[in-house]
């Protein structure tokens, strides 16, 4: 197949569950298929970024793009403009009128089976693509997302905001779920939402992946007692996730474990996530921006994943998993991953249960190779990127077909 990939920013440096999903999707995809990307791309950003895009895809055309960084001045600014104007922010940064211009080029010069919009900052369902059917690749139901939160937020202009942004994301959504052809969601909770809760048929469910050569056990755990924690900092429930963690969890672990350690490993970490290592710093550590997240879940000898809302799957599960880490997670953080309480992950919500379950892991190598072993064996069950390729690529010839029947 012929496919144009939409993609709402580049996929390099991998340091968001979105960049790591979507840039192993399209490796294995462009290995059977002729696959264009068609991406924005800051002229700020190092070429060596795009460069790897190229390497992986074959075919990428750019498009010149600011990216506004989040929680800086220009991002509220803009965040005000577009509340003004009735616009989602999400989809505004990141699908301009130049980027729909290029698609609408691309598409009608060109001769593809099929469009693939990568997230919903790549959702153009304005834009005429002529003959080839569009695929809506959703990672997350984005207004569930905001739903949650907005209950989590209780009441103040925060709250109203967000309750305001979740209506306007939910209609954009529909819209755009209706307009495509297909919609491809990562975990089947997403899948069965859009169908029941939003009354959209044409949508299925991709496997949950993760490139097991990559993640895989390496190095020794650490002599201390520690706790990691990896996640895009600048993404809110991470951000809630390590917050709720150091507040609520963390003070009951340190009255068993005195010397526990929490690290908390991931880009652009804003003031208020710095300040819990600044407040805490015998027993609170957070990174930053690394290179690589494998040499901190190496020497852990416990992975949390307390994410208390969210949709999607969640890959820093299934990298962990695939380290051989005992990893405790959250409901919310184990939805739509093949996970099963005490057989290959230890699973508890409320702060005493999570803390008891650390508290249990720290203290028990036995059980930590085990639940380690038991995770690494799950992510080897048919979970490798190749597979969620496949059936991606599956997804488009169904629809291109059912487009040519019609």
């Not at 220009?74 to 989602?88: A, Q």
């Not at 939160?149 to 967000?162: E, I």
């Not at 201390?224 to 003070?251: H, I, K, R, Y």
């Not at 249990?360 to 597979?387: F, M, P, Y």
Request: proline residues 6%; contains cysteine; charged residues 25%.
């Amino acid at each position: 197949m012929k496919l144009l990939v939409v993609e709402p920013r580049g996929l390099f440096p991998p340091d968001s569950g979105a960049k790591i999903l979507s840039g192993n999707v399209l490796r294995h995809l462009s290995k059977r298929h002729d696959v264009t990307v068609l991406v924005n791309v800051d002229p700020r950003e190092p070429a060596a970024n795009t460069d790897k895009l190229r390497r992986i895809c074959g075919k990428v055309v750019s498009v010149p793009w600011n990216d506004i960084r989040n929680f800086t001045p220009h991002f509220y600014f803009e965040l005000v403009k577009c509340l003004l104007r009735g616009e989602l922010y999400a989809v505004k940064k990141f699908c301009t009128p130049a980027l729909k211009k290029r698609a609408a080029e691309l598409a009608a010069a060109e001769h593809y089976d099929a469009v693939i919009w990568d997230t919903i900052s790549a959702f153009m369902p304005d834009v005429d693509f002529g003959r080839p059917p569009r695929i809506a690749l959703a990672h997350n139901v984005e207004h569930k997302l905001r739903e949650l939160q907005a209950n989590r937020a209780g009441w103040g202009f925060r709250a109203a905001y967000l309750r305001y942004y979740a209506r306007k994301t939910r209609q954009f959504e529909t819209f755009a779920f209706g307009r495509a052809d297909h919609v491809a969601t990562v975990s089947d909770a997403d899948a069965r939402y859009i169908r029941e809760g939003m009354g959209i048929g044409h949508v299925s469910a991709l496997p949950p992946g993760v490139d097991a050569e990559y993640f895989a056990p390496a190095g020794e755990e650490s002599g201390e007692a520690e706790l990691v924690f990896t996640g895009s900092m600048d993404w809110q429930a991470n951000q809630d996730a390590a917050m709720f963690f150091v507040s609520n969890v963390l003070p009951i672990i340190k009255q068993t474990t005195p010397n526990v350690r929490f690290t908390i490993v991931g880009r652009r970490p804003p003031a208020h996530i710095l300040a819990l290592a600044e407040t805490d710093p015998a027993h609170v550590e957070v990174t930053g921006t690394v290179d690589d997240v494998r040499p901190y879940l190496a020497r852990a000898r416990v992975v949390a994943v307390p994410i208390l809302f969210g949709s999607g799957i969640k890959i820093k599960v299934f990298e962990a998993m695939g380290m051989a880490k005992a990893v405790v997670v959250t409901t919310v953080g184990a939805e739509g991953l093949p996970l099963v309480d005490r057989e290959n992950v230890l699973i508890a919500d409320s702060p005493e249960d999570i803390a008891a379950r650390c508290v249990e892991l720290l203290g028990d190598a036995d059980l930590r190779r085990k639940i380690g072993q038991a995770a690494r064996t799950t992510v080897l069950n048919g979970h490798d990127w190749s597979v969620v390729a496949a059936e991606l690529a599956n997804i488009c010839e169904r629809v291109v077909q059912q487009r040519a029947g019609q």
